[in-house]
Nanobody, 113 residues
């Protein structure tokens, strides 16, 4: 089992920045990729970014150049640095470990215009 705990969400004005963190615990040696997803009100959950254990990254097109995913393997933690935030980035952000389909509880990000 892997447990994921997100933190760092909040309310920010458009153009601002937030940094999300997701700490993994439990059977962490099985973790390869770590990812961020988000779900806006009334919409389906969508992929945001993913990073492999070796640091290879991939992003949703609309966040490229604004969001940066990174990880600290020693701390079993993945981060999402979000810059130039837009109101359409408002959502609950979830951390996911695809291997085993583990999800965190989510953290709310609200961007005001």
């Amino acid at each position: 089992q892997v447990q994921l705990v997100e933190s760092g969400g909040g309310l920010v004005q458009a153009g601002g920045s937030l940094r999300l963190s997701c700490a993994a615990s439990g059977v962490t040696f099985v973790i390869n990729n770590m990812a961020w997803f988000r779900q806006a009100p009334g919409k389906q959950r969508e992929f945001v970014a993913v990073i492999s254990r070796g640091g290879v990254t991939n992003y949703k097109d609309s966040v490229k150049g604004r969001f940066t995913i990174s990880r600290d393997n020693a701390k079993n933690t993945v981060y999402l640095q979000m810059n130039s935030l837009k109101p359409e980035d408002t959502a609950v952000y979830y951390c996911k470990v695809p291997d085993g389909d583990y999800w965190g509880q989510g953290t709310q990000v609200t961007v005001s215009s």
